[in-house]
């Protein structure tokens, strides 16, 4: 029997941005453990362990919203990545999911200063301890210096807008020129790029409407 177009079974069209599946979307004790198992390992600096979490292990963002995401936390007065976690944890559950998020970020390292704080006005003096406390900070580095690396491989268009990072990186360590004017200098400058490529792309998509 020939059925008719009309009679063939119709979908709903797809949002643009779809949702996060649910089985995705982590719970509030779930953030919770997660953010607490990211403070409690990231010494020299959670961010690399933070980006790992979302981007690849769970897979809750892309790598582009993770840069995005922390881009507008740069310009936000405070810690970037408990910016971060107060972001992270409000696009999942709200002002809840902010506090939860936070609260397990900052909790395990916190308990876990105030012991290493008094342990090292004990032992703080030693060679060993010394040595040992060059050693995480070498290895922090090293962490944001791969987190760069994977960021960078995120960024669209990376022949126009990472010349700004390496400009930004000479502006910083070798004429040491203060972060606040040069951050607001550079984003007048992206943002004007980015205005006139997107004006240029509506341009040419009008053209291209009318020569259809």
């Avoid at 198992?37 to 933070?50: A, N, Q």
């Amino acid at each position: 029997m020939h059925r008719s177009p009309a009679d063939a079974p119709r979908t709903a069209p797809e949002p643009p941005h779809p949702a996060i599946p649910p089985a995705r979307q982590p719970g509030l004790w779930d953030l919770f453990l997660a953010c607490s198992r990211v403070g409690l390992s990231g010494f020299g600096g959670v961010l690399p362990l933070l980006r790992h979490f979302l981007v690849e292990e769970r897979r809750l963002m892309s790598g582009a919203d993770f840069n995005a995401l922390l881009g507008l936390c740069q310009f936000l007065p405070g810690s970037n990545v408990v910016n971060l976690a107060v972001c992270v944890g409000a696009r999942f559950h709200g002002a809840r999911g902010a506090v939860v998020a936070t609260t397990g970020l900052l909790l395990g390292p916190f308990l876990v200063m105030m012991a290493l704080a008094t342990a090292y006005g004990v032992w703080g003096h030693l060679a060993v301890v010394q040595d040992m406390l060059r050693g995480v900070a070498a290895a922090g580095a090293g962490l944001l210096f791969a987190t760069a690396l994977k960021m960078a491989r995120n960024v669209p268009e990376r022949w126009i807008y990472l010349p700004f990072a390496a400009l930004i990186l000479v502006a910083l360590v070798i004429l040491r020129l203060p972060l606040p004017p040069l951050m607001l200098a550079l984003l007048g400058m992206t943002g004007l790029i980015a205005y006139r490529r997107a004006r240029r792309a509506a341009r040419l998509a009008t053209t291209a409407d009318t020569d259809s």
